[in-house]
């Protein structure tokens, strides 16, 4: 199968991390037999620098005719820490969003078995925790009317929300839930605001449609609190867009990195793959990123194109990488792996259709590591 794929790449380490994805899809089509055709363009703080535009209008078009978009990473220091910037790089993300129509940001989370270690959190807490978070896109607060006073001493955003908003990924999240656990948990401040009252309403009536599914109700700051003591409690995960940011970054610890968390921004048309992990500008070049989160965002898409089986390859290839703890250092602080070397091996592996077994020895001597 033939599939056009946009390749952004963006800022600080997006362009290492993608690399390594580009490279996993490009072994993916030669053992499948598919043609990848990807094609590479400028957003965030690499646009504004080259043409003063955080999301050009070449990349946009780019990305409509695409069957797909691979999305690494954007943000700048130089941006961050001036507060009187206009021009923004993440203004082009969110514009992308926007014009793409993708609504809702599926955020998967696991605990690894082999990782457990590595979290913060108490082991027995975390052990078998997995669940999927559903964030509301485009709507709500960061798409609000925004305004500053005069004298800037006053500033305010606007949360709004229509129920047609809130249904079309609700719809979403409980068909998840009835393929996964049946559970559904909607995440709220509906004791205080009156947006969240709408989410209630609205998720209690679509939950009709869905008796399969049990539906829990948790205020934001007591899920915030329970994601931490038992995140094993959850399965699906439905939330508006400021609420579903941060809890979907707790989350990330529950796996001992935030480079292992992809997600999949989806739309009616149109479908972006990325980590949910930042542009990390202090690493950028020097080999120390974690590719996986990309890789996986990666494996995302093609079961969005449906290439189950492909996908499914690419994740064996990314648990036996975590497995064998070819990993880099945010994981493996001892004898870590570099960005590059990690995309080689989840390469090496989707390759060996011959299922030769990995050499050990050769993998602590950094040598090839399939025989």
């Not at 989370?109 to 913060?120: C, D, F, G, Q, T």
């Not at 709500?140 to 990924?169: H, W």
């Not at 559970?183 to 004791?191: G, Q, S």
């Not at 989160?293 to 994740?315: F, I, N, P, Q, Y």
Request: hydrophobic content about 40%.
């Amino acid at each position: 199968m033939k599939f056009n794929i946009a390749v952004l790449p963006g800022d600080g380490i997006g362009p290492e991390i993608t690399q390594q994805s580009v490279k996993v899809l490009r072994a993916v089509a030669d053992r499948f037999d598919h043609e990848f055709n990807f094609e590479e363009a400028v957003v965030g703080a690499a646009a504004i620098d080259l043409l003063g535009d955080p999301l050009p209008e070449t990349t946009l078009e780019l990305c409509k005719k695409s069957d797909a978009v691979l999305f690494g990473a954007i943000g700048d220091p130089k941006y961050d820490n001036d507060p009187s910037a206009k021009v923004r790089p993440e203004q082009g993300l969110l514009k992308l969003r926007k014009e793409l129509g993708l609504f809702a940001n599926i955020r998967p989370v696991r605990a690894y078995e082999s990782l457990i270690h590595k979290s913060p959190l108490k082991p027995e807490n975390i052990e078998g925790a997995d669940m999927v978070i559903f964030r509301e896109l485009t709507g709500g607060i960061y798409f609000g009317e925004k305004s500053t006073a005069e004298d800037g001493r006053s500033a305010s955003d606007l949360c709004t929300y229509s129920v047609e908003e809130i249904e079309r990924i609700a719809h979403l999240a409980f068909k998840a839930a009835e393929e996964r656990r049946k559970k559904l948990t909607l995440i709220d401040k509906a004791n205080v605001l009156e947006t969240s009252r709408l989410w209630r309403r609205t998720v209690t009536e679509i939950a009709k449609d869905y008796p399969s599914v049990k539906v829990e109700y948790l205020f934001v700051d007591n899920a915030a609190m329970q994601m931490i003591l038992n995140p094993k409690q959850f399965d699906v995960i439905l939330t508006e867009n400021m609420f579903g940011d941060i809890i979907s970054d707790e989350a990330s610890v529950i796996g001992g990195s935030i480079g292992l968390l992809e997600s999949a921004s989806i739309g009616t048309e149109n479908a972006l793959f990325e980590p949910i992990h930042g542009s990390y500008p202090q690493a950028a070049g020097q080999g120390i990123a974690n590719p996986i989160a990309s890789v996986l965002s990666a494996a995302m898409m093609l079961d969005h194109l449906g290439l189950k089986k492909e996908a499914e390859t690419v994740r064996m290839a990314v648990e036996l990488s975590i497995k064998l703890n070819v990993c880099t250092i945010d994981i493996n602080k001892d004898n870590h792996y570099s960005t590059e070397r990690v995309g080689d091996f989840l390469e090496s592996v989707i390759s060996d259709t011959e299922g030769h077994i990995v050499n050990n020895e050769n993998l602590n001597l950094g040598q090839m590591t399939i025989i």
